[in-house]
């Protein structure tokens, strides 16, 4: 079989990571790559040996002989890009988040299934040897019912000008919970503010709450001063912490536990406690993107579906959106009904 | 000076501290403790040798002989018996919460301001000496401008019939926030769940926002697989850290920060990191009830201003009320200004 | 059954928690405390409400009716107050290290013997839940054939005037070498240095040699900015650590380990890494001296084996002693076959 | 000026970290890489774009084009590969540790200062951020008197068949240790065992004493369940630990001590504790081989003393060789006079 022909455009900080990876899978090859910054393309390039070097990505539409189109721009110009590159009938994968809005989201989603093509997105922690372990966990009823999913996504980071701390950072989380969790959640709700002359949100706090109890929340924050990635699952049998800082045991499975005893009167209701061990599974060590361009290779040759589509990515941008709204109406919980239900 | 005779009413889980710290005090003489459990009394009486041990607190509001009443019992009880104290003229010191409502807690303040004693709350936390030593961090301008408050308690709790996690722990954090940053916050927002049985919250998120884009907010959790007591407190010049849960460098301030150099176009604001040394000062191993019990003391003396007074026990009390109201209308602000107004 | 009839001489640091044990145990009465600081005896007696205080022993030994005494003094005293009280004719506990003597501790053994009553050491930490869970992993086989014992107890000590560090801190790690591994040691190499004007040595580290390769080492110091509690138990198919530090999951047991396969070749040996999941067993809560005071109980009624007995106590002194030795000819071996043998 | 013309032999692990460095700096040119895999050659080469890619380093040493051979090749070549880099009159950079033996290091070292040509090791720790502010405060008198150095360097290592784990791993200590604290140790003690089918040892203690009570204490082990990477150095007016192992606060500085005394009376010496603030400061970001790299560069152009230079890799072999011969002897003290004077 003809290996997979693979074009890059954008060659940043997150560009190279992807051509790295599609250059050392055996069925892909990298024909081409483009950055406006014509110095980093060749920079790139020369690394991979990759055969077109170029500035502009129209290089790469023009040419017909792409299979896959990846583009790895700033936010605002996902949209272009990928609309371009689906057109011209070649399968795309694109950076988090998907676009800047759920409209262009879901017209790129459309165009897509229209065109017969794949539009995969790039969102890497759910490819994490962690992620995918509590993925297994939550899905072969290890956790038990699932409680609460909480993470915390914070440090002295990069301020934007043009995004806010939620559409940098909660994109990790949001499309972590919506791997992990799936289900359809009902309101979000979300606090942000802006110090100093920052114009735009750098603290962020977002709720989301789902049917049957099982509440979401996730904290960012560009301002703290010592870096934190921890996320906890939940479940009335046992949780589930994934600490990313940390060097080793980034996962820890904990055995505890409250349980109900239901009586016929509330009031009488028994609480027991429950705490067994904590084991911290071995983790496989394959780097999280090497996973991804896998899936996205064999869902193109039919073998695997993908893990995150374009309907993923729809609702992730929803969800992001949903809390900047609530944001802008001063926390108020904002309904997600018609959000999610365009997406499901 | 005659020693100052105290009295203590509840001998659970918290009050033989209170007996053990008022007794070690050298200008104090616990004369009286009592318990609906005898037994509790008798050996706590036995233990620092208290002269009077009784099963009914009437023991101790009958006889004039007391200058303070410690009331160390269940919330839904402090209301009665404090007021019964203050009415016959003694000094009290009461446990967090105050009260299960403000309107009680209002009328209590009111009662000790009409009868001329004081009225004390033990809101232990804000006698640490790492919550002393961020309060001169804060106070002397070290931190520079204030910028959030974000504190994590969680754990596998002890679920509780009568009241829910905030009213059970919240009170440590917001009483810990009202002391360090004061002001008057205008908003809370507060989504808590509860799961399995349970006929009351254990999970809670509280946002409280302030003017001037200072913003806090509190994790209270009892169904949390691992303990977590984390503050942070974020400003312009530094950031402090409280980590409760390590046996040493409890405390650490951060040398880091975002500097913004305004220009006239806001688009061209520069933003500039700096990452310093990171020192975890010196604390002192004062036991946080010593300190507050010293406190009482000399401000039943007039030689102090008592640090945590019946105002701040107000102020706590309306902001837990206010936290439970906008969990009942699904996490929407509820707005602070009369409530906070009200406690001034 | 009448109770166990215990005296208890000394009541400085450790002594009251003996005493607080004992009078907590269902089979127990401590009937008499002794101090020469007879304030100090005095203030436990009545915590206790134990019948007898003094300030001198005689009163202990002089009355028959004691079944235990507790030796709970200065080292320097241990042998002369425990040869008196097993003369008498009743069963005793001396505190860690037995004796400042082989020579003493196998007298003290030896009429232990003679008089047919009991000899127990109180070696706290092979109690600890933590180090029981570590023997029945090292029994059971879990851990394979055994490597080697490393052991970290360091922090800012108080430096004594009479015993150095060795003496001071290494009495738990050796007890809890004897427990876990038990076996005769070959050979003992010790370096120790004194500091400043310190007359003892504030830091040292030994080693003890073991037929097969099995290799213990541990290091004590006065001197270190931070405490370390740290103990290795390292196997051929897993390995434990304990880190007494932790508030919790101190025990962890890594599926950690390497195999070699054996070839004609001894060049061509093959080695494969293994590395599984982590498990932190969960730990029973009970506190190391109520398990000690319960088998010292049971043991006396001849039902259980004493766990530490006055056979652990002298070889751990002799250890103790040789690496004094050891240290003394500048840290050359000591051979340890006839100490060892001694004892056995 | 014309750039430095650099050969590096050996594109193995190591290798090519030490031709992107080279290759970074302004001042150099990197103009031909060899390994035995011509493979690995051409990768390297392709990737920094290096002119000469060859098999064999014949074709390094045959041209007489380059002003700096580096050697990074398994430690029993280098003596060989040096000595002919040496003799045709090119600076020369090796790996640690410089040789298999002090007699070929020595070697090496005279060939260097007769043929007038620099003799750099690359001892890459000593440049580490970490290690230069430990220098910094050892050498300002911030640390008082230096009392000890103690580290463990552990892990579940890669046995190797043809070196142990002390040439392995303690060159990384011992080049520190020789950075730091210079002088001219007295003696060495080391124990080591080899465990399962191991030919050589994987578990060793190394102390090395030196006059005025200074001790140096290292542990390395290939079999440990968890990484460990901590070093402590101790004076008499505070302490510093640098844990490599954590992400960020890698270095703490603790102000924490004991104070003697003095008093005619030796036995009423006074001892006091002082504990106050810990500082981690702020290191600077550069890589430890980029700040050797530009040490040697300017070496070579007679801008700066070499940091780690030919004495120093004589030093640190001398103690390696002497370590191995205590473990030979049964872990009997080794007197270092003599080899260590040699190196001075």
């Not at 899978?25 to 990298?30: D, S």
């Not at 020369?46 to 299979?67: H, I, N």
């Not at 049998?237 to 009167?265: I, L």
């Not at 374009?310 to 959106?321: F, S």
Request: hydrophobic share 45%; proline share 5%.
């Amino acid at each position: 079989m003809p290996p997979l022909r693979v074009g890059v455009i954008g060659c940043g900080y997150w560009g190279p990571n992807l051509v790295r990876n599609f250059a050392r899978h055996p069925e892909v090859k990298v024909e081409a790559v483009c950055d406006r910054d014509l110095k980093r393309a060749e920079r790139t390039g020369a690394e991979y040996r990759v055969p077109t070097v170029a500035a502009s990505p129209d290089a790469l539409f023009g040419a017909k002989q792409l299979d896959l189109i990846v583009v790895a721009t700033p936010t605002a110009t996902h949209f272009e890009l990928a609309k371009a590159a689906l057109s011209a009938g070649t399968h795309v994968l694109v950076m988090k988040p998907l676009t800047s809005s759920g409209e262009q989201a879901e017209e790129l989603a459309h165009l897509a299934g229209k065109r017969g093509v794949l539009l995969a997105v790039d969102h890497t922690f759910v490819f994490t040897a962690a992620v995918r372990k509590m993925k297994e966990l939550a899905t072969n009823g290890a956790l038990g019912e699932l409680y609460y999913f909480d993470s915390v996504r914070v440090n002295l980071g990069l301020f934007q000008r043009d995004i806010n701390v939620i559409w940098d950072l909660a994109p990790h989380d949001i499309s972590i919970l919506d791997f992990l969790v799936g289900g359809e959640p009902e309101e979000i709700l979300a606090v942000g503010v802006a110090h100093g002359q920052s114009p735009t949100e750098n603290i962020a706090y977002i709720t989301i709450k789902y049917p049957n109890s099982f509440l979401a929340h996730v904290h960012v924050n560009w301002l703290a001063p010592a870096k934190v990635r921890q996320l906890i699952l939940g479940g009335s049998k046992k949780m589930v912490v994934y600490d990313d800082v940390q060097p080793s045991e980034k996962v820890k499975v904990y055995d505890k536990g409250v349980s109900f005893q239901n009586d016929a009167d509330p009031y009488k209701a028994l609480v027991s406690y429950r705490s067994g061990d904590m084991v911290a599974p071995q983790l496989d060590g394959k780097e999280a993107l090497a996973v991804e361009v896998d899936n996205i290779v064999k869902a193109v040759r039919g073998k695997e579906q993908l893990v995150s589509d374009g309907a993923a990515g729809v609702r992730v941008v929803h969800l992001l959106e949903a809390a900047q709204r609530s944001i802008a109406q001063g926390g108020s919980p904002v309904r997600l009904g018609a959000l999610a239900g365009s997406a499901a």
